[in-house]
């Protein structure tokens, strides 16, 4: 037997110009191929139809006797005697320059705005590797969004990933434009960049973003891949890679900070289900894949800020809750992965709350660190729990007032409902356009609080009473 | 090491690769794949095929490539270097690899687990030519870190009569210190030894557990202790604290050595401990917590099989510094991420899956890693012991799940987080109506003995109010708190009390976040005597509003931050205010 371990890479090259004419099986995106030379794994495909048109593709599965690969574009009009199949000998790249902002692409990186593809810089791994954690640096910088909600009670730093949970029809969209419109880091200007990953949304929601960030001058700092409803679903678990491998470039080569937008992360995740069944392997819940977990690891894991480098890569992926279930296992072993999440409240929405971020399943796990003196106000920490706590109880009263009705509760639990009046239509409830300070911010919080005596908080500081309490 | 061609590869699936032509494989044997020499392990043998799983991942390997066999089992290096580095599942260096791939991990790379440069100055035992070297003989020592003296052992497997041994001295870890008689001939000493991860060590025997570990959480300590040797489960679903309640053990408890696991979750949480650790100073000792512990991190985003191996890595090194006669805790963070790696890779290899797809083998890998803790005399006469601290994640934070369940078979103490707490904001989020221990009559004993009579009898009486609260709230979800009398009101009144002053622990707060067995049995003291005498005033006529008002009980409800661990003497001061305070009270009503 020819031994692979002495191919030099001359021979690679010609192995990899070698095309085999006609597939074994074509299944779904997966394509069979027999009898090929030793094939590696995770290799580049190039598959091309009857046309001529090239698509691109991944081996799933190598063996002596049949090789499994996955194509991005999709199967349909893909022949079994016709079509070519390319093995390239190395994993699927993408060029990638600075330049890239202000254009758009599609999942793959080709551009689909009528410009030509820009000069890369560098040809880097769309699958990434995995960061060193000794290489990390603890994210802990504070970055105003000008929305209550959040920077008061789930504030938002610089290198987390912070998804938005969210339902149909709710206004996640608006929240995230406008988180991408106000971020602010205190006292600073810095470099910074937007990458924007549609997996499967519509056209209008694409639109929508491209809108606004036009609207606000922008657009010239946003690099957009679309993947829209009608592109193929296989080509949606390439997309969030191809975004996520420029804002890589983006922040530790060319020392921007990035935001990546991606949604919707459900639509990624169902195409991984769709794969998965067609491969016939065994589900855990729902159907979805075992390594479901590992996989969007292998994204929210590439973010984050590195020791000796300026940029960072913050994210803002975008999921619906299918049923608005937060137990499904999209939201589930997101929630297991991401740092902290901002959680919407159908019931909110419809009380005409915007944004209706719900209070107690929301949460910012980095906040801790970047808030309070010196970074945002020193009872910003201390309020923050006070307004946790005392909404928390303000929900079991509203659940006492339902059984034994409003009338029936002490003088206390009154003032508590009146507080969470109060904190939902002052605090969370804001404009789309307002953007507040976190100063503002706080001060709004104080002031929601006063509606409480004040022997109930608990969780503040008799000096922080002493100035901000004004009950 | 010599190396041997011990197949090819057939078929790659993910980590799971398909190697023919084997002929004189190991189960279990290490094993290098490719001319990248990916790190694998044989974990099948069928006719002239073997399955084996790589550590690293497989992008690239075609078959035809070569693999090849090292001769001895997946393996950890065990000596001294250990304490305050971090590795990653299969005690790769984290900081080498940094040193030769910078910020992302390169695949391939061959750095050896402990130090070959290192020089450390060896203090042997008195111990002359021709003494007896039984296995786990502990021959002479090595100041590690100012704070842990690392006992060098006679490796297991290995006995004889001592030949030479070197005098004080600086070597390197390679370097021979001596050398012993054995029945297999002459072996060289070292300061270090191989350990195959998936064997327990040998210790002598199993001792009871009577010695609580002392974590400095409350709602641990004092409701549901754990025994120093013990096994706990922490379920709970995603953003519950389960990391956070690992991460203040692992800084406060009262173990010699830390080895923290983080399998299969954040970087930056790994991060976290490695630039806080540093600064943080154990109180018991004055020295930073950095210098007592050892970091394995297998993050989301590295080889799922190298997570899979993460968990036995750590809990051998746990168990070698137990032989050195230490205690040790392990937290793994967590179990879950780590049976889904078996789940994964048992389904690569198309095994019939049990329920949820996981293998019908997961309870038993369950039960032979928790049955690795103990307090155990070791092979050198000493006492140690390996805790086991394992956190569960049970998908939709539902504990009906098959690793929840079959942990909670092996496991002797449960903390369940709740997540109606953890969304209230109430940390540790551990409920104290689903929590159990069952080290607690083991463990009263020493309360009893060190914490001064009567610890049983209060947490039982705090215990049995929790538990009359819920029977009233019920009533009270019916019929709103206004029907029940004064009495009753006063108790929902004290676990409100109990739960924002005692239960509650904010782990962000310098003074909050370790409280002293002391300060615990004093803080409940305070709150059992206001109870107590709360309920006469009440008899008496005293109005539940009037009682609520008083000062000091504001006072009692802050008394975690304001009281520190070091100034006990102010509980006194608190108590004699509270009892003043219910004395003018009830001169009123006379
Ligand atoms: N003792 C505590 N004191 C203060 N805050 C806490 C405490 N425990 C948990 N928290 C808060 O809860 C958040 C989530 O906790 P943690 O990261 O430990 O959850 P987890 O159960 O490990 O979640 P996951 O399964 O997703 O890893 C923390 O970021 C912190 O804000
Ligand atoms: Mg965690």
Redesign the pocket.
Known sequence: MSDINQISKTQKKLLAGREYIGVHRIDGPLVFIQKTHPVGYRELVECVDKDGHTRLGLVLDTSESVVVCQIFEGTSGLTMPDSRVRFKGEPLTIGVTSKMLGRVFNGLGMPIDGGPAPLAEAELDVNGKPINPTAREYPRDFIQTGISVIDGMNTLIRGQKLPIFSGNGLPHNELAAQIARQAKIKGGKTDFAVVFAAMGVKHDVAQYFIRSFESTGVLENVALFLSLADDPSIERLITPRTALTLAEHLAFNKDMHVLVIMTDMSNYCESLREISTIRGEIPSRKGYPGYLYSDLAELYERSGMLKGFKGSITQLPILTMPNDDISHPIPDLS???TE?QIVFEREMYARNIYPPVAGLPS??????DGIGEGMTRNDHPHLASQLFAAYSYVKDVRNLASVIGEEELTPLDHQYMEFGEAFEKKFVSQGFEEDRSIEETLDIGWEVLSHLPVEELHRVTDEEIETYYKG | MSERIIGQVKRVNGPVIVAKGVTDAMMMELVRVGEARLVGEVIKLEGENAVIQVYEDTTGIAPGHNIYGSGMPLSVELGPGLIGTIYDGIQRPLEEIYKISNQFIEKGINVPNLSRDKSWEFQPMNLAPGAWLSPGMIIGQVQETERIVHKILVPPTIEGKLKKLAGQGMFKITDPIGSVETEKGEKDLFLFHHWPIRKPRPTAQRLPLNIPLITGQRVIDTLFPIAKGGTVAIP?????????????IAKWCDATIIVYIGCG??GN?MTDVLTEFPHLVDPRTGLTLMQRTVLIANTSNMPVSAREASIYTGVTLAEYFRDQGYHVAVMA??TSRWAEALRELSGRMEEMPAEEGFPAYLPTRIAEFYERAGYMKTLSGEEGSVTLIG?V?PPGGDFSEPVTQHTKRFVRCFWG?DRQL?NA?H???ISWLDSYSEYLNDVSGWWEENGGSGWEKNRGEIMELLHKEVRLQQVVKLVGPDALPDSQRFILDVCTIFKNAFLQ????DDIDRYSTTKKQIRMLEIILAYYQRGAEAIKRGVTLVKLKRMKVVQDIIKCKFSISNDDIQEFDKLQARLERSLDQMEQLYV
């Open positions: 929630g297991y992965i902290g949460l910012s796990r980095l906040m801790k | 709970g679903g995603f953003g519950t604290g389960k990391t956070m309640t690992q991460h203040a979750e954040r949480e963070d967590s956190a994640s987080l953890a904001r940390y540790p989020a622990q904010n782990a962000f």
